[in-house]
């Protein structure tokens, strides 16, 4: 069924080409991306992770990928500044980088390039064409506002298709062998809930050694 979809999309989508909707083109190309990722085929909880292309990580490196988190847990929260919800969401994921070794767990706010950046009460800065200003602002961004995680910027848009993104904040959760293990949570509420997943998720990486 999900391969017809897409083979009717696809049809439609050159329909709308054809007669210069382009509009109507893009939005149709975001749907079919969706379709086409891992969350939407099915091939997301229980597989590996699907690869991010990692171009700025606060960390210290400059590019990388979720290889290098391999071995631990990952807590993946997909964001961005301009994104009222996940800010509020910021002393949930401060107590949950506090409660664990960062040998053990990893937090990443996983975000991209957005063309500007946003500090609460003050006015948006255009940084459209300089990755490296937006970058420089995440830094000071981060201090402002207490982040004490990891952040990093992808390749692939924060709407990540193949983690079936389609609002933000977003969870998912790796294990120590890199697979997703749960994907479409929600950093509010009772943090016991999740930090039940990751003390799960720990226990069987120590069974596996």
Known sequence: IQDKVIELYTAVIERAREAGLQEEVVLLEGQLGYLRGAAARGQLIG???????????????????????????VVLDFWATWCGPCIASFPNLRALREKYDPEQVVSLGVTSLQGQHYTPGTPPVDTAGSPEREFELMRTFMEEMEITWTVAFSRQDVFNQDFGVQGIPHLAILAADGTVRYNGLSPYGDLNEKTAKIDELLEEAKRSL
């Open 47 to 73: 597989h590996p992770a699907p690869p991010l292309d990692l171009q700025w990580i606060s960390s210290g490196s400059r590019e990388g990928g979720l290889d290098a988190f391999r071995g631990k847990v």
